[in-house]
């Protein structure tokens, strides 16, 4: 309980003081950019209703979740493959780093122009950006997969799709989620820069929109709005992280003991 209490500490204590922080920096302002938190605060209610969540919010989270789970699916699926085969790595490579090198925010032109302006513009972004960090965890992560596990595991006669789930990506998944947490992070930037070309809701079109109107405390309060909801799925992340790698965290814990 002690333990757990202290963590709890841990994890408000920064932002408490960050907060108080940014209250007493900002209780005098006068700027209008810059205005007051508590005026933040009060102006938060207001903008942040249960219509305009389902307006805004709600879209914005449909379209992360797809550009994610469509990158998650590709960036495990080309990994493996690639991480797999020496060949195969060597050719995709260089084209591999190449691609990584261009940023992604660069290619929404490129995107609307074969996509349109619709959610599946968006889409694509989110994942043509969160696709490179899981890609390049999975390769490194099915490239170092314990030989001897591999040679154990043929030895007994483990092949095919039951070698593939039961020894390459379960050894590769702490790696594999690495890039996702990676991901999940770049696809809420790109989440928010393609919603500020041609869109019609969404939280990336609501803050501009607010900026363009100078209402300046509302698009602070999309801002608290994006950190929040940036917390709260980092959260929900690692949850899950924790209960589908149960085996690597106890395993890692009673290394640590027995040392």
Known sequence: MRLVLLRLLFV?????????????????????????????????????????LRADV??????????????????VALGTVIGSYRRVRAVCEPVLEFLRA?????????????AGIGDTMKIAVIASGCVWPILLNTVEGVRAVDTVMSETARSYGITGTARLRNVVLRSAS???????R???SIGIILMVISEMFAA???????????QRGFAIPDMWTGILVLGLLGFALSVVFRLVERRVLGWY???????????
């Open 174 to 180: 702490p790696q594999i989620f690495a890039g996702m």
């Open 200 to 210: 019609s809701n969404g939280l990336g079109f609501t803050i501009v929109q607010f």
């Open 249 to 259: 965290h106890g395993q890692r814990a009673s290394s640590r003991r027995s040392h």
């Open 102 to 114: 261009v940023p992604p925010p660069v290619l929404v032109p490129v995107i609307m122009l074969f």
């Open 12 to 52: 408000v204590a920064l932002p408490l003081v960050l907060v108080t922080a940014w209250w007493l920096a900002s209780d005098d302002s006068t700027d209008v950019y810059w205005p007051p938190l508590r005026t933040i605060l009060t102006t938060f209610p207001d903008v942040w209703t249960g219509e305009r």
């Open 58 to 75: 709600l879209p914005s989270l449909l379209r992360l979740s797809a550009g994610y789970a469509a990158a998650t699916a590709v960036g």
């Open 182 to 184: 990676q991901a999940l």
